[in-house]
């Protein structure tokens, strides 16, 4: 079955190093979508991505880098210039406009 | 205030009550989704409606475009029905907006 897959589940990180989450998805969609989920907050988007090559900031970009070279890979950095990044971190993508969202199951990245 | 409010925050049921989560939101919108988040973590996709109702199980979904309301029902619930319920708002060029979500949970 075509799906959404993030990896790894659980990540931890010391403070002032980089740590790179993977979304891989095999539903052959264009655009590609990255959110940050903390505690009694909703889902803010961080970067997305609607076609290969290109990508855009969200809502809370700074502090956070992806790559969209492959149609099926987006790859999202936390880089040391992310103040807060304890939280839990979900990849989505779709096939377009008018179109429904396939959420991966998320990675919840602790910064120790 | 949020673009997207969800009520009730939290809600605990018995097994077999009729469950009603509301979504009002503030902006122009091409689409209103419904996901349901559970306790791992994943988000499933339930609906994504315009207009109108959409049915599938014991799930049901509805959207006024006038009042910029849109509630999900869920018809003799079960405790495997417990999870977060989150209302989203597509404002177009696939920008979510999403609510805090509904916590819900049924008692066997």
């Known amino acids: 079955d075509g799906g959404i897959t993030q990896s790894p589940k659980y990540l931890f990180r010391k403070e002032g190093q980089n740590v790179t989450l993977s979304c891989e998805q095999n539903?052959?969609?264009?655009?590609m979508y990255w959110y940050r989920q903390d505690p009694g907050q909703g889902l803010r988007l961080i970067y997305y991505?609607?076609?290969?090559?290109?990508?855009q900031k969200g809502d809370i970009a700074e502090g956070y880098s992806v790559s969209r070279e492959k149609k099926e890979s987006f790859p999202l950095t936390v880089t040391s210039a992310q103040k807060n990044p304890t939280a839990f971190y979900l990849c989505?993508?779709?096939?377009?406009?008018?179109?429904?969202?396939?959420f991966g199951s998320g990675t919840r990245l602790t910064v120790v | 205030k949020n673009e997207v409010e969800q009520s009730p925050q939290n809600l605990t049921a018995q097994e077999g009550e009729f469950i009603t989560i509301n979504c009002s939101y503030s902006?122009?919108?091409?689409?209103l989704h419904w996901l349901q988040q559970h306790p791992g973590g994943g988000i499933v996709s339930l609906f994504m409606?315009?207009?109108g109702k959409k049915k599938h199980g014991r799930l049901i979904a509805t959207i006024n475009i006038q009042e910029k309301h849109s509630s999900l029902h869920i018809t003799a619930s079960h405790p495997r029905d417990s999870a977060v319920y989150i209302c989203?708002?597509?404002?177009?060029?696939?920008?979510?907006?999403f609510g805090q979500g509904t916590r819900l949970t049924i008692n066997p």
């Open positions: 409606l315009s207009s």
């Open positions: 902006v122009g919108i091409s689409a």
């Open positions: 989505a993508s779709s096939r377009g406009v008018n179109y429904g969202y396939t």
């Open positions: 989203a708002v597509d404002q177009g060029a696939q920008k979510l907006v």
């Open positions: 539903l052959n969609h264009d655009a």
């Open positions: 991505s609607q076609i290969v090559n290109d990508f």
